[in-house]
């Protein structure tokens, strides 16, 4: 029985080294030179969905009207039936700046609080055809947002996703778990993006043309699930040509964590139910490798408990850990948060753990995304 749990362990490890390898190395070792193609130098929509973020608001429109990009831009406020003061904000902003424009949506019965219908609005109302999307919660780090996340638009890229940092609270674990979840799923995000198509966008900073929008009739075939458009739509339009994925820190939101036990549990609980909207291949690139460092701690730990050929099983086990913090550490800084790396393998650990303890439970209760996720 051992010597099948070591072959099988062994078989592991080879799974992810080659999983590494071959999908995480163009995010691990992606070069500047990359980003360096002709794009198109066109005015942006900025489309901002808004619902009840009055606390946020005034420094992120601050930062929205401060972009330096000479090409011109408009700002599409989209309020979806805000219940705080977020519209009188939006009003007064709208009145002040010739460049915005204010799309007040008020709740009907047919489209109530859904997320899709208001943005299908904003859209209609915008008048370019590149199109940048951002919600207050998330601020542009610096004034070259515009600019950096619309170069990705280019003759042959017409979908671009960008990063979104957690911020940083130092001395804090749950920040610690809470960023390393963020990190590792925009590393699932451009390394599939780059090996074949995306698995989903990023609702706090994306870019796509209005053309391909319409190209495929808008959200119509799945309005009826009134949120994650950045999951299956993006999944919809997006393709192994047309997708391009933005590494320049100019390019980055930033947002503000809670850092709370419950904060970090809701993420996790949330990406896995809203991967359950895609297809079973698109869930499997993700689930299947999440699985597979699962069984590898799970049998080394078995091996190394019984010293069955322990000198092989740790020198493996060591080799592994070696690979996966050089592909890390390159992978996090990128992100900004190379900082991580010191606390692998704990964070990896603890993540895969109760990722899989959420999968589990969801698959067997069927449970639904509840209307706190969006």
């Not at 592991?12 to 990359?34: M, Q």
């Not at 831009?73 to 007064?92: G, P, T």
């Not at 192994?240 to 820190?249: D, E, G, I, L, M």
Request: glycine content about 4%; aromatic content about 16%.
């Amino acid at each position: 029985m051992l010597t099948l749990l070591f072959y099988c362990f062994i078989a592991i490890t080879v799974i992810e080294l080659i999983y590494y390898f071959a999908i995480n190395s163009n995010v691990a070792f992606h070069s500047t030179l990359k980003d360096k193609k002709s794009h198109i130098s066109e005015p942006v929509s900025v489309i901002v969905y808004v619902k009840n973020q009055e606390q946020k608001l005034p420094e992120f429109l601050e930062l929205l009207k401060a972009q330096d990009f000479s090409p011109g831009y408009e700002i599409i406020l989209v309020n979806n039936a805000s219940e705080d003061e977020s519209l009188e904000i939006l009003e007064d902003f709208a009145l002040k700046n010739a460049n915005a424009k204010l799309v007040d949506v008020v709740n009907n019965e047919t489209f109530w609080g859904n997320k899709k219908y208001a943005l299908t609005l904003g859209i209609k109302v915008a008048k370019f055809e590149h199109l940048l999307f951002v919600e207050p919660a998330a601020c542009p780090m610096t004034p070259n947002w515009i600019f950096s996340m619309s170069r990705g638009l280019s003759t042959q890229k017409n979908l671009v996703i960008g990063f979104t940092q957690i911020a940083n609270k130092r001395r804090s674990f749950i920040n610690k778990l809470i960023r390393y979840q963020n990190v590792q799923k925009t590393t699932n995000l451009f390394s599939w993006s780059g090996a074949g198509k995306p698995l989903y966008g990023n609702a706090y900073n994306q870019a796509y043309n209005k053309s391909l929008f319409y190209k495929v009739n808008g959200f119509i075939s799945h309005m009826k699930i009134p949120f994650s458009d950045e999951y299956t739509f993006i999944n919809q339009i997006g393709t192994s040509t047309n997708t391009s994925v933005s590494f320049s820190p100019d390019s980055f939101t930033i947002i503000e964590s809670k850092n709370t036990i419950s904060e970090w549990k809701n993420a996790i609980k949330k990406q896995d139910l809203l991967l359950r909207k895609l297809s079973v291949w698109a869930q499997l690139k993700i689930r299947f490798f999440n699985l597979n460092k699962l069984l590898f701690y799970i049998a080394f730990t078995l091996l190394i408990s019984f010293l069955y050929q322990w000198e092989i099983v740790l020198g493996v086990f060591l080799f592994r850990c070696i690979i996966a913090h050089i592909f890390s550490g390159k992978t996090f800084s990128k992100f900004g948060t190379k900082e991580l790396v010191w606390t692998l393998p704990l964070l990896e650990i603890i993540h895969i753990f109760i990722s899989t303890y959420y999968s589990f439970t969801h698959f067997i209760t069927r449970q639904k995304i509840e209307k706190k996720y969006y």
